[in-house]
């Protein structure tokens, strides 16, 4: 596994390599976290396929989807009808700025996911 790819990763050409020699694999897969946490925006939402290739990311993301009754519970409520309406507006509010910075996140989990799988050189031995 010496060898190095065009975009500096090292190249792992079978499942049988990684099992004969565990601490190459190790590193393997730190190389291949360096590389997706600096090239990728909201690197973190690919952190499932460092361990499941064929892990479906966009529904991993959206198990994060905010929703206002999450944040009714978190400010410590137990239902809607407990909050106050000046703090069901300020509920609100957050609501929709999380709802913008998650829509944020699918457009660039699209971007990267188009990136990660088009882009040939990824993947090429």
Do not use: C, W
């Amino acid at each position: 596994m010496k060898k190095r790819h065009d975009n500096g990763l090292p190249v792992l050409k079978t499942k049988s390599e990684a099992s004969q020699n565990p601490e190459q694999f190790a590193l393997f897969l730190e190389a291949v976290a360096t590389h997706v946490g600096t090239t990728f925006q909201e690197a973190a939402d690919l952190n499932p396929i460092l361990t499941d290739p064929f892990k479906d990311l966009m529904s991993s993301l959206l198990r994060a989807i905010p929703s206002k009754k999450n944040i009714i519970l978190e400010f410590g409520y137990d239902s809607e009808n407990d909050v106050e309406e000046d703090m069901l507006e300020s509920i609100t509010t957050l609501f929709e700025e999380n709802m913008k910075i998650f829509s944020q996140r699918q457009r660039t989990m699209r971007n990267n996911i188009n990136k990660l799988y088009v882009d040939p050189s990824f993947f090429q031995h």
